[in-house]
């Protein structure tokens, strides 16, 4: 049963421009949400996350929306450029046990 | 600072073959620790974790086992290999309250 979905396996952006990746969730005790950015033959790296008291975590070109109600977070990357592109993973914990992760989304930014 | 460290990074084995990747940490004490494998266009699947010394999860019946013999080592092993053992294996530690920090992985092809 996969509690954290990643819907876009794939996603392509200009440049300069806006991404914007989606991820949604199934189990209503999760607690903490992150995203993690992963290059081919590289283990993830961490990039940004957010608690569920907030609905908002802001950190340079990123930032990460929560919202609860809908048990829905995104991840806006502005302005986009050529080193973003990677596979981006979305995970979620319960009161820091095991982290669940969707499937990832693809992210190539084009010139 | 902590780091992790996994491999071999690359393996190519035959189907039947035996199998044992290591992962070991350094910096920190009594981590949780994790496999995860990401298979060709999928994300990642949680396949281990140990909160302790010889306390080993498994997240999903598979032909593959691991073992946590000292508290920052960790491996991951198969008697015989199938041909569907082939994927990206990644190591992950994770302490107290934090985000979970992987190792560089390791590519198994199963030929």
Request: hydrophobic letters at 35%; aromatic letters at 12%.
């Amino acid at each position: 049963d996969q509690q954290v979905k990643q819907n876009s396996p794939s996603l392509s952006v200009q440049e300069g421009r806006i991404s914007i990746l989606n991820c949604d969730y199934t189990n209503s005790m999760f607690d903490y949400f992150l995203w993690y950015k992963k290059y081919p033959a590289e283990g993830p790296t961490f990039l940004i996350s957010i608690s569920s008291i907030k609905d908002k975590n802001e950190d340079g070109r990123f930032t990460v929306f929560l919202n609860k109600s809908a048990k829905h977070l995104s991840l806006h990357i502005v302005p986009s450029q050529p080193g973003d592109s990677a596979v981006y993973f979305c995970a979620a914990t319960d009161s820091w046990g095991k982290f669940q992760f969707g499937a990832g989304t693809q992210v190539v930014v084009t010139p | 600072s902590q780091t992790i460290h996994q491999w071999p990074a690359t393996l190519v084995q035959p189907v039947g073959s035996p199998l044992s990747l290591e992962c070991t940490v350094e910096g920190t004490s009594n981590p949780n620790l994790y496999w995860y494998r990401q298979a060709a266009g999928r994300g990642l699947q949680l396949l281990f974790y140990s909160v302790g010394i010889g306390q080993i999860s498994s997240e999903v019946p598979q032909n593959l086992s691991a073992s946590r013999p000292q508290d920052r080592q960790f491996i991951l092993s198969s008697k015989k290999l199938l041909l569907s053992d082939s994927g990206f294996y990644l190591c992950a530690w994770q302490g107290q309250n934090t985000e979970a920090f992987f190792g560089q992985g390791t590519r198994l092809t199963v030929v």
